[in-house]
């Protein structure tokens, strides 16, 4: 699918969205200076291309069962483009893998995977993480606390 350039209309409704993705689509349109039904054909066309691929609540610490939070860094054996991609593909059928993000430096990946506790962890490490195809080294970080948290942009 071919990238779909943004023009700055489109830039700052995303992000309105980031910062507050519960607005009504009166109160977007409001704020963009344009009409209601323009708005909501921009968020439709912004959702059919994947630009938003979705919408979440952002959890507080004092939320009911808060997941224990892994930062895995992912070595793979080979850095081709041909590993990559396997890599990459697998990482997309997990929905364990919360996030994934091609790096620079020591590591090739970085992953996110958010679990009950240790113990549903390890089974993920095991039977996920472990089988990943062209995985050389797995390295775990667990979160201690939510310092700062958003999925928006004050850019």
Request: no cysteine.
């Given at each position: 699918m071919r990238p779909h350039k943004l023009d700055e209309v489109d830039q700052r409704l995303l992000r309105m969205l980031q910062r507050h993705g519960r607005r009504s689509n009166v109160d977007l349109a409001r704020d963009l200076g344009v009409s209601p039904s323009a708005c909501s054909r921009r968020i439709r066309l912004l959702e059919s291309r994947g630009v938003i691929?979705?919408?979440q609540a952002v959890l507080g610490a004092g939320a009911p069962e808060t997941p224990l939070v892994?930062?895995?860094s992912v070595t793979l054996e080979k850095q081709t483009e041909e590993f990559m991609r396997r890599f990459e593909a697998a990482v997309r059928h997990h929905p364990e893998?919360?996030?994934c993000y091609l790096m620079t430096g020591g590591s090739d990946y970085v992953l996110k995977v958010s679990s009950a506790d240790t113990k549903a962890y390890?089974?993920?490490h095991s039977t996920i993480l472990s089988r990943l195809p062209g995985v050389a080294r797995l390295t775990s970080s667990f979160a201690l606390r939510d310092v700062?948290?958003?999925t928006g942009?004050?850019?």
């Open positions: 691929r979705g919408y892994a930062l895995v893998i919360e996030e390890e089974a993920i700062a948290k958003t942009s004050d850019r």
